[in-house]
């Protein structure tokens, strides 16, 4: 992986505003409100079987990513399964300015793959060739199926859910380069060869760090079933001040790998938290990070109705730089590292129905199916998560935990309304994380906090599905459904 460093005016300009206070966002790493950023989060992807019960109604996963700049962009695509975000592919994608990338996962007999039909520039440029020979762009289980075990299971299975993250590497403005990613009227690039010739030297891109303006989305789409889920990717801005480059198959840079060592953070008070950190991965953990999500569920008997909720921690696979795999104790917010085929994190779990109810704190959360060791508090073991209500498996998730409001001493009016996942609670005997993220450094709406800030929860990003079906309908499949991103409360602490 390279790094190249630039000092311009315009950054120079921004910085002195962010030093006197001018909402601290321009040199800080954040989470961008508008959507469009230099790092894409995609909570979730999977080619898995809908829940229902129709083992053949399979999902795949529709992606855009989006340059609306008037910049050339060179940028990392990468896909991680969901148990421990282990990379199963990566590639290198090259954007001309106003372009737009799009592909599919895709279920293969064993796992999964990635198919495009675009032209945008990659490398590898036979990535997505059409010969059906081609295995390329199937998913890999070289980094979980290695020794010694991880104990997550090895087979490519395991690869058909997760997460996926774009990360602009940086701009390239050498002139032969730019000429190269440009379309030409009939929508193919001049010289695609171009990138995978200097894919190992990218100093002859021209490369300057990156700017931002990518903005992308995703799609679950299950032809059979008839539903459609499509979210917007989560978008930081700011993520690094240098460019860095790795070249295609490398695992950098990730998430951590950002020269931005500060986060900012807009409070529901109106109030903006600015801290600094020792490394560019804590800033954008702290830039996540939420003490509280919060989302609705819908259970109705009349429409069959049920709710899924995706639970994602974009960084719970990193800690300095290393992935988290083995024995020990890990250095928070995160409790364990992946051990044994977990890493589970200790959650707190309240809900209210549409009449204000609430049958108080619920302790437990039934896992289906159950861990290898069975937890007796509510944790999440794995880095991309789907809570179920009620077993209803929309998504077909084999990272699954149960809630069912409609059991014990809770009653039918139970089976709609809103649901609190809080990330407060306190280590187990097995676990020594706090859950909290504390800098010494920082400052609140520009002056300076005394002793630092604590931010309280994990880093986590996902959504709520929900479906409805009012079957066959006049000859026609009368299934529906609806996407709600989730809700955060942000809890910075100043002692």
Not at 297 to 317: A, I
């Amino acid at each position: 992986m390279n790094t190249f460093k630039r000092k311009s005016l315009h950054a120079a300009v921004l910085a002195g505003l962010g030093a006197v206070g001018f909402a601290g966002t321009a040199s800080a790493v954040h989470v961008a409100q508008d959507g469009l950023g230099s790092v894409l989060l995609y909570p979730y992807f999977t080619v898995r079987a809908d829940g229902g019960g129709n083992s053949t109604a399979y999902y795949d996963t529709l992606i855009s990513v989006v340059n609306t700049t008037t910049s050339f962009k060179a940028v990392k695509v990468r896909f991680m399964e969901g148990k421990r975000s282990a990379e199963v592919l990566d590639f290198n994608l090259f954007l001309s300015p106003r372009d737009v990338w799009t592909g599919a996962v895709t279920r293969t007999s064993d796992g999964a793959r990635l198919v495009s039909s675009d032209r945008s520039c990659v490398v590898p440029t036979t990535l997505f060739s059409t010969d059906a020979a081609n295995t390329l762009n199937h998913f890999k289980n070289f980094i979980y199926a290695g020794t010694p075990s991880d104990g997550g299971g090895t087979t490519l299975d395991r690869a058909r859910e997760g997460h996926f993250e774009v990360i602009e590497m940086a701009e390239f403005t050498n002139t032969t380069a730019t000429a190269a990613a440009l379309h030409n009227s009939a929508g193919t690039p001049a010289n695609c060869a171009f990138f995978q010739a200097n894919d190992s030297v990218p100093a002859n891109y021209g490369l300057i760090p990156p700017a931002g303006g990518l903005s992308g989305g995703a799609s679950l789409v299950n032809v059979q079933a008839g539903s459609d889920y499509s979210y917007d990717a989560v978008a930081l801005a700011n993520w690094s001040n240098s460019a860095v480059y790795g070249r295609a198959g490398d695992t950098l840079p990730n998430l951590g790998s950002g020269t931005v060592p500060t986060s900012t953070v807009f409070r529901a008070d109106g109030s903006v938290v600015t801290s600094t950190w020792t490394n560019g991965l804590n800033a954008v953990s702290a830039a996540l990070t939420a003490q509280n999500v919060i989302n609705e569920f819908v259970l109705e008997t009349g429409t069959s109705s049920g709710t899924d909720w995706v639970v994602t921690f974009p960084t719970k696979s990193i800690q300095n730089g290393y992935v988290r795999v083995g024995t020990g104790n890990l250095v928070g917010p995160f409790n364990a590292n992946f051990s044994n085929g977990q890493s589970c994190d200790v959650f707190g779990f309240q809900f209210w129905n549409r009449e204000e109810q609430t049958p108080g704190v619920v302790n437990v959360v039934l896992p289906s199916p159950e861990p290898i060791v069975a937890p007796t508090f509510n944790s999440f073991c794995y880095e991309t998560n789907v809570l179920t209500f009620a077993n209803s498996n929309l998504l077909g998730s084999t990272n699954l935990y149960n809630f069912d409001p409609t059991v014990a001493a809770l009653n039918p009016t139970n089976r709609t309304g809103w649901g609190n996942i809080s990330f407060t609670q306190a280590p187990t005997a097995t676990q020594t994380s706090l859950q909290r993220l504390q800098t010494a450094t920082a400052t609140i709406n520009g002056a300076a906090a005394a002793g630092g800030v604590t931010h309280i929860g994990l880093p986590v990003i996902g959504f709520a599905v929900q479906d409805f079906s009012n079957g066959n309908v006049g000859g026609v499949l009368s299934n529906y459904g609806g996407l709600f991103s989730h809700k955060y409360v942000r809890n910075i602490t100043n002692p």
